[in-house]
């Protein structure tokens, strides 16, 4: 310990020692030896347990779903991976999501560390008809950034209201 040889007249003192490269996920046992002249005293064995690893989150983009004329739920899954998580979409209707794109923040955002292939959504209103918009689910954690697959929906085209009373046979 670091505090190793305590003084003559220490009743009681508190030690310490720094230990690195322990694996993740792992429990280790110590235990605190004293010896003086007048013998060796054991400690207590206890036991601390290293947090697991943290590695960058893994996404999945969905198929979109509640597809209108000008609204759609953007879907998708994304893990944690140890490490609290912002989740967004960037949305477009380019096909490589190069420009014209728009990011917004999943409604499950942010995720707990331990979000194990969670559900994430985003709702958009005022998409134009018959047209072919492209996203893909974006995680972010301390260990990194992961871009999910690019995905596609089409609107619905707008439906055509005939007046019968217009129609000649």
Same mark, same amino acid.
Not at 32 to 37: C, P, Q
Not at 111 to 128: F, Q, W
Not at 138 to 156: P, Q
């Given at each position: 310990?670091?505090?190793?040889?305590?003084?003559?007249?220490?009743?009681?003192?508190?030690?310490?020692?720094?230990?690195?490269?322990?694996?993740?996920?792992?429990?280790?046992?110590?235990?605190?030896?004293?010896?003086?002249?007048?013998?060796?005293?054991?400690?207590?064995?206890?036991?601390?347990?290293?947090?697991?690893?943290?590695?960058?989150?893994?996404?999945?983009?969905?198929?979109?779903?509640?597809?209108?004329?000008?609204?759609?739920?953007?879907?998708?899954?994304? =893990?944690?991976?140890?490490? #609290?998580?912002?989740? @967004?979409?960037? %949305?477009?209707?380019? /096909?490589?999501? $190069?420009? +014209? !794109? &728009?990011?917004?923040?999943?409604?499950?955002?942010?995720?707990?560390?331990?979000?194990?292939?969670?559900?994430?959504?985003? =709702?958009?209103?005022?998409? #134009?008809?018959?047209? @072919?918009?492209? %996203?893909?689910?974006? /995680?972010?954690? $301390?260990? +990194? !950034? &992961?871009?999910?697959?690019?995905?596609?929906?089409?609107?619905?085209?707008?439906?055509?209201?005939?007046?019968?009373?217009?129609?000649?046979?």
């Amino acid at each position: 310990a670091a505090e190793s040889p305590l003084a003559l007249n220490a009743s009681s003192a508190s030690v310490t020692y720094s230990l690195s490269g322990l694996a993740a996920s792992t429990t280790y046992y110590y235990r605190v030896i004293a010896t003086n002249s007048a013998g060796t005293t054991n400690g207590l064995i206890v036991s601390f347990t290293t947090s697991a690893a943290v590695s960058a989150p893994t996404v999945t983009s969905g198929a979109a779903s509640g597809v209108t004329v000008s609204a759609a739920t953007l879907n998708g899954t994304v =893990s944690a991976n140890n490490a #609290a998580t912002t989740v @967004t979409f960037k %949305y477009g209707t380019v /096909a490589d999501l $190069s420009s +014209g !794109t &728009t990011t917004v923040t999943a409604a499950e955002s942010p995720l707990a560390l331990n979000a194990s292939s969670a559900s994430v959504t985003y =709702s958009l209103s005022g998409l #134009a008809a018959s047209t @072919t918009y492209y %996203y893909r689910v974006i /995680a972010t954690n $301390s260990a +990194g !950034t &992961t871009n999910g697959l690019i995905v596609s929906f089409t609107t619905d085209r707008k439906s055509t209201r005939l007046n019968s009373s217009h129609i000649t046979i």
